[in-house]
């Protein structure tokens, strides 16, 4: 199991969840965050040794729907009406109206004109919705066993993921187009909205207690973020709505574009240029000044963590508020991909918002080389690589690390290891230009800035957007990317040298 993968093996606990029925508009409860670090705290006291955490138990269905909401942790969605409808074709010929506004039948109507495209399981699920958008008649359905709890009835795998079938309904309304990406949270699909017909991300979390019940926290921020950046100019993924659909919590977002790791890999991870990193850095630092005035901290800061708004133009967003937490409410100790963890997470220091400008300055460092500029196989190496670079960390800090020894000895050494190709990285043996192969000051100047080893000392968002690098450049917005002659488009449908150029 990769180390991007273990730092989601949280042990929480999920209300188990009846049926696929859209849930009411209201406002989100708070959760018992109690309950979940008491959760969470027993599931990392194995993710460190054992890291293939025991399969739990799926949440059956031994409810009616009506128990099942009012069981779940999660009474409401918001749901959204658009006035501008997308102009985007529906996938499966569903009947549109003459303004463009899809025509919703009740489950009666399903049932008259259409029952012999719905598995039996459906034909009774569809009563639980008051309106049916989309019932997915040329999918290859999963029949689904209502009288066999085994895999959730049928519609899970091993894993707890959802069987996804292309061109099938996800709650009677959205229509699968492609799975974007999968992780241990679950699966990410691109699917058509025939209520608003516009295509969107739907993540569904996997049917195992402990992803849920975090999934929950994160719809709790997202729901915070949405309502202070009203005006949408903060850089953070926006959530459209979430409901549950066969015992799978279910979020839906905003679609994107790529994201800045397949954006690197593009350009054959040969890096960009500083100017479209400046451009990227200042809408990062927005995001991050934003969660900072929010007490929120992400946790985990990567570049296939932020997406380009769209292909063609530099505008990009935050995304994956899954390990994210307020500030006065920490719940992990565990946290952050291993490139972009920061010091004071491997040595077992309390953190705050400071871990998210430490994974800022590794992205940005990056994405003008091509490659992580601290890539530890693991945890020992990965502080080996940072002290190689940075030197070593001030003894005070050391002090207070409660996993100091598994780094260090008894007269405050570096434990020296050889990696996987037999080399062993030494303090103080390279700094930042060298490792960078960069003689720009003041970008530099950044960096040094953002990867101070005491947290304290960093750079906050605020301080970020006032450095020279930063605010003496020529102010740019989101710069729109033609072809040039010649020149053939990536398979992503981002024109990198173009978008470097522009």
């Known amino acids: 199991m990769s180390d991007e993968q273990q730092q989601q093996q949280q042990q929480v606990y999920g209300a188990d969840v009846a049926s696929a029925r859209p849930l009411t508009m209201g406002q989100l409860p708070s959760l018992d965050l109690r309950k979940v670090r008491e959760a969470i705290q027993q599931g990392e006291n194995t993710a460190r ?62 049932l008259r004109q259409a029952a012999a495209q719905l598995t039996d399981h459906e034909q009774s699920e569809v009563l639980e919705y008051p309106l049916i958008y989309f019932i997915g008649r040329n999918a290859n359905k999963v029949k689904g066993n209502p009288s066999s709890p085994h895999l959730n009835h049928g519609y899970d795998d091993e894993r707890g993921d959802y069987l996804t079938v292309m061109q099938d309904h996800i709650g009677f309304r959205f229509e699968v187009q492609s799975v974007l990406g999968k992780g241990s949270f679950g699966q990410v699909l691109k699917c058509f909205d025939y209520k608003t017909r516009k295509v969107v991300a739907i993540k569904i ?12 926290v994160e719809v709790q921020i997202l729901e915070h973020l949405r309502h202070k950046d009203t005006d949408d100019t903060c850089n953070i993924v926006h959530l459209e709505e979430y409901f549950y659909f066969r015992n799978h919590l279910c979020i839906s977002f905003e679609l994107l574009s790529v994201n800045l790791y397949e954006f690197i890999k ?215 990317v033609g072809r040039q002659p010649g020149q053939q488009a990536e398979a992503s449908g981002v024109h990198i040298t173009a978008l470097q150029n522009s």
């Open 49 to 110: 040794g054992a890291r293939n955490a025991a399969q739990t138990t799926p949440r059956q269905m031994p409810f009616t729907a009506r128990a099942a909401l009012q069981s779940s942790p999660i009474l409401q969605t918001r749901l959204h009406s658009r006035s501008t409808l997308a102009a985007s074709p529906p996938g499966c010929g569903q009947p549109v109206g003459s303004a463009g506004a899809a025509l919703a039948l009740t489950p009666a109507q399903v």
């Open 205 to 216: 979390i996997r049917n195992k207690k402990r992803f849920h019940q975090q999934a929950l």
């Open 266 to 480: 593009n350009n054959n991870f040969r890096g960009v240029s500083l100017g479209l990193i400046r451009r990227f850095a200042t809408q990062m630092l927005v995001g991050l000044r934003f969660l900072r005035r929010q007490r929120i901290v992400h946790c985990d800061l990567k570049p296939e963590n932020i997406l380009l708004k769209e292909p063609g133009k530099s505008a990009i967003k935050i995304i994956d508020f899954g390990s994210s937490c307020f500030e006065n409410e920490r719940v992990y100790t565990y946290i952050q991909s291993r490139f972009y963890r920061s010091p004071e997470v491997i040595l077992g220091l309390p953190y705050e918002m400071a871990i998210d400008m430490w994974s800022l300055g590794c992205i940005l460092a990056e994405l003008l080389t091509g490659y992580p500029l601290f890539p530890g196989e693991n945890e020992q190496e990965q502080l080996l690589c940072m002290m190689e670079v940075l030197g070593l960390p001030d003894r005070p800090l050391l002090e207070r690390a409660s996993r100091r020894k598994m780094f260090f000895d008894s007269s405050w050494t570096p434990r020296i290891v050889a990696n996987s190709q037999g080399r062993k990285r030494l303090p103080a043996t390279k700094d930042l230009a060298q490792a960078l192969r960069c003689t720009d000051a003041a970008f530099l100047s950044f960096l040094q800035g953002c990867l101070r080893w005491d947290p304290s000392e960093r750079l906050t968002a605020d301080q970020a957007l006032q450095h020279a690098w930063i605010s003496e450049a020529a102010p740019t917005s989101a710069t729109h």
